[in-house]
């Protein structure tokens, strides 16, 4: 935080909150995405648990190597941009895939096989890091 204490698109403040509500959202919603996604993997090392198949794997590495990775790259060139509306075009698109990919993933591979257990740990994952995102995409754009 003191790194960027001089941006002024990052508003900080020199007193309590420092940061706008958009970060502590940011935060407490991928924390909660951050637990499902702990929980989820640990789940399946468990070697009684169902291990997931190769399509599965190549669907998720998909989703978060051209989905996820794309999105934080694109969000944070955003914020830190004078004029954060001319990457709003590559951000879109970036999220209309990755909501696919995800999609695609849940109505597959998981909703046939999971149990209640293991999509509460998807749900918190999915939804944490929708929420997260909502708060990142309003500080920047709002």
Known sequence: MLAFRGNDHLRIANHLPYLPWQFLVVSVAGGIATVGGVLDWRYHR???NLKIPKKERDAEAAALGLGGVPMFALMWLAMMHPRPTMWLIPILVVLIYTVVAISYDE?????KRCGKLEN?????LVFGNGV??????H???C
Do not use: D, E, Q, S
């Not at 109505?107 to 909703?111: G, K, P, Q, S």
């Not at 509460?120 to 918190?124: E, S």
């Not at 997260?132 to 995409?137: K, N």
């Open 46 to 48: 468990n070697p009684l």
């Open 107 to 111: 109505f597959v591979f998981h909703i």
């Open 120 to 124: 509460t740990y998807h749900r918190m």
């Open 132 to 137: 997260a995102w909502l708060a990142w995409f």
């Open 139 to 141: 500080f920047i754009f």
